[in-house]
């Protein structure tokens, strides 16, 4: 072969699949615009305390089971979960080592219910954080944010969006009995449950 019809027909392949991506972009684009798909509606709806403690030093001992659902709102387009992490924080800060869920398919208007364990052995946390936990147990209730993050898709047919960022965050205050030590730190290694049905916030 001529190296000029060899450098024609490379040219023409670039083409022919310049083409395909463009359509196959074109396709995404307007199936986008036409369906817009809602983002999903997330729900904590359960969380159980094992242990919520100050450790040694400025240290968080956690151990919650958390209950969270997810509904997709929309009718025609399913959605694909990838790489997803669950964690808690408190004050803003993590007390708990990243869990990772399965990947997940998710029908339109089905709902999805993951029941992870959320663990954080001896977590390093700033000095104010530690005294406030300490203030907050005393009192009987704390602040907690149960997190979750990842990768989602869009899916219309064998049409797949790219991949967006998926953020959700659940604030819930834990109601416990506080039981106090001869310090007056208080020590809540009983198990607890806290029943809810809280609305996350969804950010993709």
């Known amino acids: 072969m001529a190296a000029g019809e060899y450098s024609d027909q490379k040219f023409r392949l670039l083409a022919a699949l310049l083409t395909f991506l463009i359509l196959a972009g074109v396709t995404v684009a307007v199936a986008w615009l036409v369906l817009r798909p809602s983002k999903p509606h997330f729900v904590l709806q359960n969380v159980v305390v ?38 808690a924080a408190y004050r803003g ?29 001896q977590i390093p946390v700033a000095p104010y ?17 149960v ?23 659940c604030p819930v205050y834990l109601n416990f009995p506080a039981r106090k030590n001869g310090s007056g730190v208080a020590v809540g290694t009983a198990t607890f449950q806290n029943h809810l049905i809280l609305d996350c916030h969804v950010d993709v």
Do not use: H, M
């Open 50 to 87: 094992f242990d919520l403690n100050l450790t040694a030093g400025d240290s968080v001992t956690a151990n919650f089971q958390v209950t969270v659902a997810s509904r997709n709102p929309n009718g025609r387009i399913a959605v694909n979960y990838d790489r997803l992490v669950a964690g």
């Open 147 to 169: 997190r979750v993050g990842g990768g989602i898709r869009w899916k219309v047919g064998t049409v797949v969006s790219w991949k967006y960022r998926l953020t959700v965050n």
């Open 93 to 121: 800060q993590q007390i708990t080592l990243p869990t990772r869920l399965p990947a997940t398919y998710q029908a339109g208007k089905e709902t999805i219910v993951w029941s992870p364990f959320l663990y954080g052995p």
């Open 129 to 145: 954080v530690g005294v406030s936990l300490r203030q907050d147990q005393i009192a009987g209730t704390v602040l907690v944010t």
